[in-house]
């Protein structure tokens, strides 16, 4: 049996198994971090929020971490940034992540990521 005492205030870190529909990762906190922070920023259904020792990189939905804008905005030429940078600077991710040849996408449900994975998603 629960009980609880008046005016105690239930947790906001209890365990919820609802979908969020939502998808991120994190990044070092050093300069590829804050660049690649800064670029993913600009866009629609981010959320970047900076901490002391790491960066989270959060969306609703599905988000696309862009090679060649990270190279750009970090000086460099195209095809600097790729898929082995990113990696080398996240530290982890949640929802699916598709790595393709010239860009990363996340997206919060396995359902989205079928056309990229290759399955089928009509019942047999």
């Not at 970047?48 to 970090?74: F, H, N, Q, W």
């Amino acid at each position: 049996m629960t009980t609880t005492l008046k005016g105690v205030v239930e947790s906001p870190f209890k365990a919820d198994n609802t979908a969020s529909n939502r998808c991120g990762f994190t990044l070092m906190n050093n300069q590829v971090g804050v660049v690649v922070a800064d670029v993913m920023g600009g866009k629609d259904n981010v959320t970047v929020t900076p901490l002391p020792s790491m960066i989270r990189v959060d969306a609703v939905g599905k988000m696309e971490v862009v090679y060649d804008e990270v190279s750009e905005a970090l000086g460099e030429d195209a095809g600097y940034f790729d898929q082995a940078e990113f990696e080398e600077n996240m530290s982890t991710h949640y929802g699916r992540m598709i790595h393709l040849d010239d860009r990363t996408i996340l997206v919060a449900n396995p359902e989205d990521a079928a056309e990229y994975l290759g399955f089928d998603l009509t019942a047999v």
